[in-house]
């Protein structure tokens, strides 16, 4: 094939960046790649077009290279392009040296000799310090090799463990911003080194400082051995490396490095002091005492990052380094930052946060129970009470704070915590005048919060129960943010009775209010709470009964409450059933079911409430429990007995009702030969208004009309199967499709399947959205002549792309010389040289003795739209559904034959090529 084939690459890189699957499911990542590698390698592509080349590789390298070998290969290609491009392209030899380093690191080919290569050059280029001739395109390199080293030593500890002199070094002499690069990059390289000698033993001062001073290769066996990370978060498991003497060397190391820290920018100032914490934090010859000198700035600042760093310094070392005067004032300094007007909401919640988890010198207790520090008293925490003018998050962190703070405080006098109560208090009346759904959702939570500290509290518990059933009682909405509350509280706070006292209150409330003024709308609120009050076993349900017999007797509930408000009552009816004092409610629970049965308008709530009423009349309260808690997915062991006579369980019962598996594949489907893909929908001789071109694409292709095609399969069976599978019953086959190119495939039903008789024709209706070949996983389930069902798994059904090809679709009435003037304005169109989906390509292939007509007439005939014998040429013409067409010219030459391709969609030469090579 001999062509260039149109890429429209701000098409499909976006595409494949935001599917890879759906992308590959049309092509390969092989040809895909080898699409990408050749447009890099082009010399007529512009940088800023390589450089967008390049995201596929940075984004999802193990999707283009899934193997070490076509990594290696990959990043042998990537780098001698690199060497290749222009030095004035510098920001794509940049992004060039990152795509190498994802690919080697994301492929497991680091221990490679293109590792190598690579590395030896990208270390080379972070020395040639002196080189200030290209300016700004160096300095950039310089930068990025950085970064990639940098990266390579994050997921390889010690690769840089002997190059520390040489980093050393670079760090003194460079005085332009890349010194805070080469900073980094020694920091990171020893870090790891130190934590390498650490899990060895018996570690000398010598070879301490012969790592320090190191300037050998690189330590490839990094690659092969995997290193102990220093966990961030658990410090106290850090290994420690012991030495005889004071070490000097390293001492004078990190001193210098804290020195200059304030040179870098705040990010990398926070990764230098977690990197430097660790070193001082595995090395005993060193003091965390070097560290004072930086608290008062780190105290000071107000960047996030070096508060984290600060914290994590404060955690490993505590009293080592932290004296309680610096504790008092990191936290005035944490109190001012989390109500500073000019602090972001996020910041704030942070900075609150901060202190409700301040690792302080002297914990409380070391069960992992929630405590604040002891220098958090509420004189200090005063500033912080929450009001109603703050935003949500802030005033439940603030309260959640506080009540922590007051808790432990223990004030005789309940003023703290009557503040937070009248707080709360205020929030109940911002709901009750009906505030939005947020202040709703606020409120609710900060009465979760007050709870989880002070449900013991009586005075205050008390009261909070009576103004939320007067919330209810004027807003009976508000059902669902109760039941919620109730819920979580007895989920977190076992001990407590809160709940139940406020369910018995929420009953008291609903049964007592007077039914003319009750709606349908209320009642449906009202049943949400009293099926939750009727799953507690310590409330009685005798007055929700009662309350429900009269709503129904009084009301038109029956005639106009529906299936949904008839379940609501059935609930409240079934937890009765399983009620510990059901005896004591039997006349009215029976009383209840009965009006159900006779009255109710939904068959379906009769049918439920009788057979309620024949359980609580034939079954004892042991039995009830046992029948109605096993839920449809509860499995039961083989020696449990059933607690019913109503139907004794038998193993011929449980064999009927479950789906077998067979064992081994006993059907399959087979294409119906000679018949050809059908075409579905295509309009009729009478809604033809005329046979041109014009009317073609603006009737027949444009409503897209012809979208389905019918493929026919034999259903039979796999060779010499079991006996008991010769005759199957009530098939029902299912196909899940492997890509999305296609509609959803329905089910398709079959009566019966006997061996012995004439195999029955399956109809299989496909709807492409792309005219791509694919395949599906076919299973099905079947009844056997002893009443059992299987299931079983079918070999994948194959759609090669033939099989997608249908005649144009016409009516009868179109001439021969219509069709071929149509063949020839879509041939026109689709050869002109735009940047849309059309595309032309030329196939040659030999034919070896043979008549070009026999080919035609064996592969083509269907499709033939004319033909020329004084010009031995064919004019072929297939339609592609939903809407893609075909159209091949095939001309005998002296030496070979010839096909001429155009097609409206470029993405299908690949399978075109493919098909000819078969049918050639």
């Known amino acids: 094939m001999a062509n260039v084939i149109p890429v429209s690459w701000p098409r499909r890189i976006p595409a494949f960046l935001l599917s890879p699957s759906q992308f590959l499911s049309s092509t390969t990542s092989e040809s895909f790649l080898e699409e990408l590698l050749h447009e890099l390698r082009d010399d007529r592509t512009n940088e800023s077009t390589k450089i967008f080349l390049l995201s596929p590789l940075l984004e999802y390298p193990t999707v283009l290279c899934p193997t070490p070998a076509a990594a290696e290969e990959t990043a042998l290609e990537l780098l001698a392009i690199f060497n290749q491009v222009p030095h004035k392209s510098f920001h794509f030899k940049d992004q060039l040296m990152v795509a190498i380093t994802s690919v080697l690191l994301c492929t497991s080919c680091m221990n490679s000799e ?501 359980l609580l009349n034939n079954l004892s309260q042991e039995k009830l429990s046992g029948v109605l808690a096993r839920g449809p997915d509860v499995e039961r062991s083989a020696k449990t007995c059933s607690l019913s006579s109503i139907m004794p369980e038998t193993d011929g019962l449980s064999n009927s009702l479950t789906v077998h598996q067979t064992k081994n594949r006993i059907l399959k489907l087979t294409r119906v030969q000679n018949i050809r893909t059908q075409k579905v929908m295509q309009k009729t001789k009478s809604e033809s208004h005329g046979d041109c071109p014009t009317t073609y694409e603006g009737e027949y292709v444009s409503t897209g009309l012809v979208s389905k095609m019918i493929l026919e399969y034999h259903l039979i069976h796999v060779g010499d199967v079991n006996a008991l599978y010769d005759k199957l019953f009530s098939i029902c086959l299912h196909f899940d499709l492997t890509d999305s190119c296609y509609e959803k495939v329905s089910d398709i039903n079959i009566p019966c399947l006997f061996k012995s008789r004439k195999p029955p024709v399956v109809r299989l209706a496909l709807q492409p959205r792309q005219p791509y070949p694919t395949h599906l996983h076919v299973c099905a389930v079947f009844s056997t002549d002893d009443g059992m069902s299987w299931y079983t798994q079918l070999d994948d059904l194959l759609v090669p792309f033939s099989d997608l090809f249908v005649p144009l679709p016409v009516p009868v009435n179109w001439t021969q010389e219509s069709q071929e003037q149509l063949f020839d304005h879509l041939w026109n169109s689709m050869c002109q040289d735009d940047f849309s989906q059309k595309a032309s390509s030329l196939f040659c292939f030999d034919l070896g003795g043979r008549q070009i007509s026999d080919l035609v007439e064996e592969n083509f005939n269907p499709y033939l739209i004319s033909k020329q014998p004084d010009k031995k040429c064919y004019k072929v013409l297939f339609y592609l559904p939903p809407q893609y067409h075909l159209l091949l010219k095939i001309v005998n030459t002296e030496d070979a034959g010839q096909v001429h391709i155009a097609t409206d969609n470029w993405e299908l030469l690949p399978f075109i090529n493919d098909y000819l090579k078969t049918v050639t």
């Open 114 to 614: 293109v590792a190598r290569s690579f590395l030896d050059m990208v270390f080379q280029m972070i020395q040639d310090t002196n080189d200030h001739k290209n300016g700004q395109q160096f300095f950039s390199a310089r930068l990025i090799a950085c970064d990639c080293l940098r990266e390579i030593e994050t997921c390889f500890p010690g690769f840089l463990s002997q190059k520390l002199e040489t980093l050393s070094l670079l760090k003194q002499q460079e005085t332009t911003p890349l010194h805070q690069e080469y900073s980094l990059l020694y920091t990171l390289g020893l870090k790891n080194a130190i934590h390498h000698l650490s899990l060895q033993k018996g570690v000398t001062d010598a070879e301490l400082k012969r790592t320090i001073s190191g300037n050998d290769a690189f330590v490839w066996n990094a690659f092969e051995t995997v290193l102990a990370r220093l966990p961030v978060n658990l410090m106290e498991n850090i290994p420690v490396l012991q030495t005889s003497t004071d070490n000097k060397e390293l001492k004078s190391v990190v001193s210098l490095l804290l020195e200059e820290s304030y040179l870098l920018t705040p990010v990398s100032q926070a990764f230098l002091l977690r990197e430097l914490i660790e070193i001082v934090a595995m090395m005993q010859a060193l003091s965390p005492a070097m560290f004072k000198s930086q608290l008062l700035r780190l105290f000071g600042t107000k960047e996030i990052t070096l508060l984290h760093a600060t914290l994590l310094m404060k955690s490993t070392f505590t009293d080592s380094l932290f004296t309680t005067e610096d504790e008092i004032f990191f936290l005035k300094r944490l109190v001012g930052m989390a109500q500073h007007p000019l602090v972001n909401i996020q910041q704030k919640l942070f900075y609150v946060d901060c202190i409700l988890n301040f690792p302080e010198n002297r914990p409380i207790s070391g069960n992992g129970e929630e405590s604040l520090p002891v220098l958090v008293t509420p004189q200090l925490a005063a500033s912080l009470l929450p009001t109603v003018f703050n935003d949500s998050k802030t005033m439940l962190s603030r309260l959640r704070l506080l009540s922590l703070v007051y808790m432990e405080a223990d004030e005789s006098d309940d003023k703290g915590v009557g503040y937070l109560f009248r707080h709360l208090m205020t929030l109940y009346k911002v709901v009750d005048n009906n505030s939005k759904r947020e202040m709703t959702v606020t409120y609710f939570r900060a009465t979760f919060i007050f709870l989880s500290y002070f449900y013991h509290n009586l005075k205050f518990i008390d009261n909070l129960t009576n103004n939320i059933c007067e919330l209810y009682s004027r807003h009976f909405y508000l059902a669902p943010n109760l039941i919620n509350l109730i819920d979580k509280i007895q989920e977190c706070l076992e001990e407590s009775g809160w709940p139940i006292q406020l369910l018995k209150a929420l009953q008291r409330l609903i049964v007592e209010l007077p039914l003319p003024l009750m709606t349908l709308t209320n009642l449906k609120w009202h049943l949400k709470i009293l099926s939750r009050v009727s799953r507690e076993s310590q409330i009685p349900p005798r007055a929700s009964l009662c309350f429900l017999l009269s709503v129904l007797i009084n009301s038109s509930l029956c005639k106009t409450g529906g299936w949904k408000m008839g379940n609501a009552v059935l609930i409240v009816c079934c937890n009765s059933l399983q009620h510990p004092s059901l005896h004591q409610v039997f006349s009215e629970l029976a009383d209840l079911l009965q009006y159900l049965m006779y009255n109710y308008e939904d068959t379906d709530i009769q049918d439920h409430a009788r057979f309620y009423y024949t």
